[in-house]
């Protein structure tokens, strides 16, 4: 073993050590005994306040946790990501989804930005028509995985600063009843299709994509030519399905999927909120990629998110990690951070191929608030596992309706509040007894409404909901990813994981077709054939 992992297996175990020490004291006692806890553990950087404060761990573990990372090579990891190096080791690539937002980008990053805002802006005010004349209303984006979570995700998240003719659907599974809904409710004279897929080869979008050409061909022949848009790093399967190279606009294999929101990817973004609005978008993300070069550790928002997640999954052992976002308009977040952070991180070797050291990525859900509350906060409150849980919340909404913002926040704030502090049975039997219960039913009763508490939480506060807000708070989280990844000593960045089941697909779409005998285990097998005669045996 290396110097610095031996080093870190160290700090490993004096963690587990922290741990131990910290196992029965309360996190209102560490607040007691800490009073700069609330200092240390909050920063605010680009528009972002982060408060990690509700987590149970002290000073000398919050120490030792930021000398894991440092022992781990964050800052050198850190600085050879944002230079370009191959830090994908098993794909050999290059990790730069930073310089799609950087000030000055690459040169082919700033001419397909350029071609990306000529394209979206003759949309939007109407230069750019269909093949009959007519102009384009509807934009249907098609694109599975990264290149659909994260446009979906900006364009619910900023439907207030759309362009109020334009309507952006999405389709991304291979289910027809979506492609059907999409086609009957939209004109093929005035849709613009987006085929977004980074290797051009992903079955449900090329499926979809063949689908729409056809209806645009059905329409006109001339359709698919000007209203089929290609985004890709492989241009060549583009240009194999027709697509006109002005019509293609490129990204490189130098961005992951799942970062690609800020090249081409974004373009129905683009069509959206305008040129103007995604550079917003581009500069909110580097000013979190500025903050995180250049924070120290202990002020820096994705390293302070990154180490209480480590803390928390790879320390205490906590399995889940609950997104809650109180904004019906981040109401994609969790689906987004999903596949952000576990097909990152959902990993069980490292660089080196042998077995990981520690638990990584934690199983990702959510649903924003107070939605949640109605549904599985019970299990959050009370239930048997530990969950990690996120809050975010704006504090400012221009809506203009008065009270419901801040009871919105205020039950943020207090299921933040709660979640740390319970409610212990001696209290809950005292207050049961002065409403009048008897002895024996207040004893029988409260058991069931005590809350054990000192459940872990961070709260992420954004000013307000905005292009600038958004796109510095889906850096942040990619921060957070990459350094729990370093932590880990894993590829953040590759996704073998989903391959064997796509291959396996392959075989079983031809046996479901007939044309090829299903050669399977006897459950497998029994299924292909149960479908093949239609389902049940009725
Ligand atoms: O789910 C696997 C995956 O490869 C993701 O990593 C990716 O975001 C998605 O499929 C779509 O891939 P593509 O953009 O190549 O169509």
Known sequence: MSETRSEASELWRRLDAHAERLRDTRMRTLF???PDRLARCSAEAAG??????????DAPAWSDLLALLEACGL???RRAMFSGERINSTEGRAVWHVA?????????VARTLARMAELAEAIRDDTLRGATGEPIDDVIHVGIGGSHLGPELALHALAAEAHPRIAVHFLANIDGFSARRLTDRCSPARTLVIVASKTFTTLETAANATLLQEWLAGFD????ARQLVAVTANVEAARAMGIAESMILPFWDWVGGRYSLWSAIGLPVMIAIGADGFGRLLAGARAMD?????APAGRNLPVLLAAAGLWNRSVLGRGSLTVVPYEDRLALLPAYLQQLDMESNGKSVTHAGRPVERDTAPAVWGQQGTLGQHAYFQWLHQGTEIAAVDFIACAQASHGIDGHHRA???NCIAQAEALMLGRDRLRVEADLRERGMSESEAQAVAPHRSFAGDRPSNMILLGRLDAEHLGSLLALYEHKVFVQGVAWDINSFDQWGVELGKVLARRVV???AGTATPAHDPSTNALIERVRAGGTPD
């Not at 500025?290 to 250049?294: A, D, N």
């Open 290 to 294: 500025t903050h995180f070069l250049e």
């Open 510 to 512: 031809e046996e479901l």
């Open 408 to 410: 919105l926040l205020a």
């Open 48 to 57: 972002l306040y982060l408060d990690v404060s509700k987590n149970p761990i």
């Open 100 to 108: 799609l937002r950087a000030l000055e980008p690459p040169d082919e």
């Open 221 to 224: 022949p001339d359709a698919p």
């Open 32 to 34: 007691d005994r800490e």
């Open 75 to 77: 800052p050198e990891r």
